[in-house]
């Protein structure tokens, strides 16, 4: 019973401030004593990932570049290649945070850097980013067309574009005017905390339901 409610209160979110805040937990007693004290540092990491919200990010980076890539017709051929730079571009913005899922794809100085040089949710968050991946693209070519570095870039604009949902909101327009929330004009479950139940139960599954439609949409007939 006991093993049920701890299980139980890691996934409703009610053991995940003892384990951010490095709070003792209360003592376990039995046979799972040993497992559990094993398995804490990998549980409290799998919470920490799952706060930064990638998940959520990379399925909004899905719709957007899916979406564009039907709309414009590009070819089956550079679908993969496009999702694959969408799944790596919208994570990008979180560089300004370390142990994010974008300092694990970018270890090392790269993240370090960021985080030294700009504050969380400002530059990296912003419209001249979104402009400096574009460049970056074209730069390097990858064999992308123009329309499949719009989709690219437009998963990269979907991370602050959802950030905009959180009450600490963006600085969109770096690097002048203060960060942006919609929780200004849009009250309670419609902006909400990274991490925080809305997001996971309900928020998060949405964004996935759009991102299987734009995905399937075609094959299913139901072309945008």
Same mark, same amino acid.
């Given at each position: 019973?006991?093993?049920?409610?701890?299980?139980?209160?890691?996934?409703?979110?009610?053991?995940?401030?003892?384990?951010?805040?490095?709070?003792?937990?209360?003592?376990?007693?039995?046979?799972?004593?040993?497992?559990?004290?094993?398995?804490?540092?990998?549980?409290?990491?799998?919470?920490?990932?799952?706060?930064?919200?990638? %998940?959520?990010?990379?399925?909004?980076?899905?719709?957007?570049?899916?979406?564009?890539?039907?709309?414009?017709?590009?070819?089956?051929? =550079?679908?993969?290649?496009?999702?694959?730079?969408?799944?790596?571009?919208?994570?990008?913005?979180?560089?300004?945070?370390?142990?994010?899922?974008?300092?694990?794809?970018? %270890?090392?100085?790269?993240?370090?850097?960021?985080?030294?040089?700009?504050?969380?949710?400002?530059?990296?968050?912003?419209?001249?980013?979104?402009?400096?991946?574009?460049?970056?693209? =074209?730069?390097?070519?990858?064999?992308?067309?123009?329309?499949?570095?719009?989709?690219?870039?437009?998963?990269?604009?979907?991370?602050?574009?959802?950030?905009?949902?959180?009450?600490?909101?963006? =600085?969109?327009?770096?690097?002048?005017?203060?960060?942006?929330?919609?929780?200004?004009?849009?009250?309670?479950?419609?902006?909400?905390?990274?991490?925080?139940?809305?997001?996971?139960?309900?928020?998060?599954?949405?964004?996935?339901?759009?991102?299987?439609?734009?995905?399937?949409?075609?094959?299913?007939?139901?072309?945008?």
């Amino acid at each position: 019973m006991a093993r049920a409610i701890f299980i139980l209160r890691i996934l409703t979110g009610r053991e995940t401030g003892r384990l951010r805040n490095n709070l003792p937990a209360k003592p376990r007693r039995g046979r799972m004593r040993g497992f559990l004290n094993f398995m804490e540092p990998y549980i409290r990491i799998r919470l920490e990932v799952k706060g930064l919200l990638y %998940p959520t990010h990379l399925a909004a980076g899905l719709v957007v570049s899916s979406i564009i890539l039907q709309a414009s017709g590009t070819s089956a051929q =550079q679908w993969p290649g496009v999702l694959l730079l969408s799944g790596i571009a919208c994570a990008i913005p979180d560089l300004d945070h370390h142990n994010s899922m974008a300092s694990k794809m970018f %270890p090392g100085p790269v993240s370090d850097i960021v985080c030294k040089v700009f504050s969380k949710r400002t530059a990296m968050h912003s419209l001249a980013a979104a402009l400096l991946l574009h460049w970056v693209l =074209q730069f390097l070519g990858f064999g992308l067309s123009e329309t499949a570095r719009i989709a690219v870039v437009g998963a990269f604009l979907s991370h602050p574009f959802i950030d905009l949902f959180n009450p600490e909101g963006v =600085q969109l327009f770096w690097p002048v005017g203060p960060k942006i929330s919609l929780a200004k004009w849009l009250p309670w479950p419609f902006t909400f905390r990274t991490g925080s139940r809305i997001e996971t139960f309900f928020f998060r599954p949405a964004i996935w339901g759009l991102a299987a439609w734009a995905l399937m949409g075609d094959r299913l007939g139901f072309r945008i």
